[in-house]
Nanobody, 116 residues
Framework: QVQLVESGGGLVQAGGSLRLSCAASRNIFWFNAMGWYRQAPGKQRELVARITRADNTNYYADSVKGRFTISRDNAKNTVYLQMNSLKPEDTSVYYC?????????WGQGTQVTVSS
């Protein structure tokens, strides 16, 4: 079993920054992929950013390219999402995701609210 604990959400004005953290209960080096999803009220959950172990590439949704950066610290078993130039449309609950073998694990989510 894998536990993922997110932190770092909050309320910020448009143009501001936040850094989300996701602490895993297992060595993150061996995860097939780790990433961040978000879900706004009435909308489907969408992939925001992901790191894939196989080719060590990062994926970003078009809506966040150039503003968000995903990174990881293997020594701390933690994945981060640095969010800059935040917009009101970034308001969502952000979820950490980890893929171990063929199983998806999710954190409890952290609320990000961007005021205009």
């Amino acid at each position: 079993q894998v536990q993922l604990v997110e932190s770092g959400g909050g309320l910020v004005q448009a143009g501001g920054s936040l850094r989300l953290s996701c602490a895993a209960s297992r060595n993150i080096f061996w995860f097939n992929a780790m990433g961040w999803y978000r879900q706004a009220p009435g909308k489907q959950r969408e992939l925001v950013a992901r790191i894939t172990r196989a080719d060590n590439t990062n994926y970003y949704a078009d809506s966040v390219k150039g503003r968000f950066t995903i990174s990881r610290d293997n020594a701390k078993n933690t994945v981060y999402l640095q969010m800059n130039s935040l917009k009101p449309e970034d308001t969502s609950v952000y979820y950490c995701n980890a893929v171990w073998d063929t199983t998806d694990y999710w954190g409890q989510g952290t609320q990000v609210t961007v005021s205009s």
